[in-house]
Each structure stands twice: as structure tokens, then as C-alpha cells.
């Protein structure tokens, strides 16, 4: 009988706490509105994301790259095939650098229940152009296709996790962001399986259409959020309707300007940069260990399987207690301690195994703890803040941080793996440095009072 209750007591505790997730969403209609815009914006997401990654994983450069761009890389004797990951994060960061002024037009000049749905009907749109171009096999798609849904993901979360500050207080952030994570990590399940379900089945061009139902859903769903995001603004005393105005590089002048948003924008730097290392050096352990591209995205499979079930816990069970009970400082340290582990363990002895093992906490911790984390902050400060310099950072610095660590591991991988991994020790100690001030910044923020 003890043995029947130590295999019972686990589920029934299990059970329990999802029912208190039932009833904690019943009792918050806001939360249950985010609840499913978040799961409907990932699962968007992630039915694209798989065929973005068989663009980018082709070693065909006619099928990612348009014709006069391949002529022109052969004509200079550029090896465009050994090349094609660093080219297209070049692109997209040069894209980004061109999206980034267009998005801070949109949020001066347009109030936030105008350009919040124009810009996801801007989105929509786009996969209606992209239906239209895989349809019709049109040439150069590929690398198009790779750039849009790289900055789409890069924008619109940016967008979202801004939109949850008008909407919750800093209290209810707390106690709420670690299922709205949860209700992203369950979209990350759900849109990769319909596209491994449908692809042959219905063809790549048809995806497009199913994104664009889920981001049509994410439209209501934040057309029925205005409601409480009018109310928090009118009971804080804060406008959040009307336009911004100011100039369309404000968001990036106000990151140089304010000593709490530089340290975000360092945080999320280093935070790209060490999983540029991690990840180029996952693929170079792919090549030489798996001979057929089946074998090596059923490797990648199993990865993100293994960051999604790790991350959906911690955000079930630690994300809401951590910053419930202890505010920001467990949410930030807790993965500076295992980045300084991770890193510190490769370097003395990089195991393939180990690098994998260290890939998924590192992927994990940013969605589980550091992001959620970092969100609360915005929750307290002016929407300028918010929607104009939380885009400059997650789209310029993180961007910056992927293309220039994309290119700067080719060089470090010259001297071997040790050597990587000591490079990203050191990024991983100034990393943690930064999210100790960031913490100190952090505090001299007023306190917003909110419910409980």
C-alpha cells in the first residue's frame, strides 16, 4: 500500500496543480485572454518555423538564394554554400536595422488599439504573399521566406510581452507570466506537429494559410484585451491609447540614455552571443556525427523536445513561486549560475553530450526565467519605454548579437572547441555582471501597487 502511495501522490499532486491553473485562468478572464493569444501567436510561429530552418539548412544555394545573388558570390570566388547560415543572419540583421525606424513610425504615429492590429494585419498579409509565392515555386522565396519569419518572430513577441505591461500590474505579472509562458511553450508542441502532420499532405504554401488563421486569432484576442489594458491605465493614471509620437530611432536614443534599459540591452547581447556559440558549435558536432539529413533533424528534434518539456515545467511549477515570493534577483542569478557552470564544464572537457546538455538549460532558462523575468520590469515604467525601446532591444541588439557571434565563432572554431567555450566563460562572467546591475537598477524603480 505505501508503495501504491508513492507512485499516486506524485499525479494526484500533478493533477492538482494543473486544476489550479483551470481555475486561476477561470477567475482572470485578462489572464485567459493572454493565455490564448501568446498559445495562438507560438503555434503561428512554430508551423512556420520548421520550413524557415529547411530553407536555412539547404545545401542547395539555388534554392535559398535568389539567381543574381548566387552569380554574383560565384563571379567573386565566395564560397556561398559553406556560407549560408552567416549570410542570412547578415541579411536579417541588415533587415532589422531597416524594419526597426518603420516599427517606431508605426507605435509615434498611430495610438496602441490602432497599430496593434494593423501590424498583425500586416503579418497576415504577408503569409497571404507567401501562399501565393511557394505556390507558384517562385525563385529566391527561400532566403524572402527566412528573413520575414525571423524578424516576424523578433517583432511580434517584442509586441506581445509589451502589450501584457499595459494589461497587468507588476503584482500580477508575477504572479501570471510564468503560465503565459506555459500557454507559448504548449503553441511550441502544438505548431511543429501540424506541420510534421500536414506538410506532404497539404504542401508547404497551405501552412501559410494555417498561420494565418492562428495570428487572425491573435487579433481578437487583443482587441478583447484593450478592455483591461484601458482600465489598468485609468487606475494608474498613465495614457496608453493615444500615439507616442517622438522620433522613429527614440527607442534606441532612450537605451543609450537610461542606465536600466543599456544593462537589458547587454543582457540580451551576451545572451544571444553565448547561444550563437552553443548552437554553432551543436551543428559542427551534427555534421560530423550524423551522415543524412533525417538523422540530423531527428537530433534537433529531440533537442527542442527535451527544451520545451524542461521549460513548460519550470514554468508550471518554479516561474510563478520564484517571482511571486522573491521578486527578479532568483529569476536572473539562478541561470547565471548555470550559464557560469555550463561554460566552465566546456571548457575544460567539450563532450558533444555536454554540449547538448548545456544548449537545452541555456534555451530553457531565457524562456522559463530570464524573459518572463526581465518582462516584469516594463510593467513599470512608461509605454515609451515599453513599446519603443523594448523593440530596439529585441530586435537591433539581439540581431547584433546573432550576426556578429554567427561570424565571430568561425574565426574562434580555428582554434578549437576549448577555445570557444573559454570565450563564452568570460562572456558568461560579464553577462552576470550586467544582470547584477540590472538588478540594482531595477530597485530604483517606484513600486506600483496592484492586486494581489
Known amino acids: 500500500m505505501r508503495t501504491d502511495l508513492i507512485a499516486v501522490e506524485p499525479a494526484l499532486g500533478f493533477l492538482g496543480h494543473i486544476a489550479r491553473v483551470r481555475e486561476t485562468l477561470r477567475a482572470s478572464p485578462p489572464l485567459l485572454w493572454s493565455f490564448l493569444l501568446f498559445f495562438c501567436l507560438l503555434s503561428g510561429y512554430y508551423v512556420l518555423r520548421p520550413v524557415r530552418d529547411a530553407m536555412g539548412a539547404s545545401s542547395e544555394v539555388e534554392a535559398v538564394f535568389p539567381a543574381a545573388m548566387v552569380a554574383f558570390f560565384s563571379r ?126 497539404v504542401g508547404v504554401a497551405n501552412l501559410m494559410l494555417v498561420s494565418a488563421g492562428f495570428l487572425a486569432v491573435c487579433t481578437v484576442c487583443i482587441v478583447r484585451l484593450r478592455r483591461w489594458a484601458v482600465q489598468r491605465e485609468t487606475l494608474v493614471g498613465r495614457d496608453n491609447e493615444s500615439a507616442m509620437g517622438g522620433s522613429v530611432l527614440a527607442g534606441l536614443k532612450l537605451v543609450i540614455r537610461e542606465p536600466l534599459l543599456r544593462w537589458m540591452a547587454v543582457m540580451v547581447f551576451l545572451g544571444v552571443a553565448l547561444g550563437q556559440l552553443l548552437y554553432n558549435q551543436q551543428n559542427a558536432i551534427a555534421r560530423e556525427s550524423f551522415t543524412t539529413a533525417e538523422a540530423r533533424a531527428e537530433f534537433y528534434a529531440g533537442i527542442d523536445i527535451a527544451v520545451a518539456v524542461l521549460t513548460l515545467v519550470v514554468q508550471l511549477f518554479v516561474t510563478r513561486a520564484l517571482l511571486s515570493r522573491f521578486g527578479l534577483w532568483p529569476a536572473l542569478m539562478i541561470p547565471m549560475g548555470a550559464l557560469l557552470l555550463g561554460f566552465a564544464v566546456l571548457t575544460a572537457s567539450p563532450l558533444p553530450m555536454m554540449v547538448a546538455v548545456v544548449l537545452v538549460v541555456t534555451r530553457s532558462n531565457e524562456f522559463s526565467l530570464l524573459k518572463p523575468g526581465r518582462e516584469t520590469i516594463y510593467t513599470r515604467v512608461d509605454r515609451q519605454w515599453r513599446y519603443k525601446a523594448g523593440a530596439a532591444i529585441d530586435t537591433a541588439f539581439y540581431r547584433g ?52
Open 76 to 201: 567573386h570566388g565566395i564560397p556561398l554554400h559553406e556560407l549560408i547560415l552567416q549570410v542570412l543572419a547578415t541579411c536579417t540583421f541588415v533587415l532589422i536595422l531597416v524594419a526597426q525606424p518603420l516599427y517606431g513610425a508605426l507605435v509615434s504615429k498611430f495610438p496602441r488599439r490602432v497599430f496593434l492590429p494593423l501590424l498583425f494585419g500586416f503579418f497576415i498579409a504577408c503569409l497571404l504573399g507567401f501562399y501565393a509565392l511557394f505556390d507558384r515555386d517562385i525563385g529566391g522565396r527561400g532566403m524572402a521566406f527566412f528573413l520575414w519569419v525571423t524578424v516576424f518572430n523578433v517583432f511580434s513577441v517584442s509586441v506581445f510581452w509589451s502589450f501584457m505591461a499595459d494589461v497587468f500590474s507588476n503584482i500580477e505579472a508575477r504572479r501570471y507570466y510564468g503560465y503565459i509562458g506555459a500557454a507559448g511553450t504548449v503553441g511550441a508542441f502544438v505548431g511543429p506537429t501540424i506541420t510534421g502532420t500536414l506538410a506532404e499532405r
Open 401 to 452: 548579437g546573432e550576426v556578429s557571434f554567427s561570424w565571430a565563432y568561425k574565426a574562434l572554431s580555428l582554434f578549437g572547441a576549448q577555445t570557444v567555450f573559454g570565450v563564452g566563460l568570460l562572456l558568461a562572467g560579464v553577462m552576470t555582471a550586467g544582470a547584477w546591475r540590472l538588478l540594482r537598477e531595477e530597485k530604483k524603480l517606484p513600486t506600483e501597487r496592484g492586486k494581489a
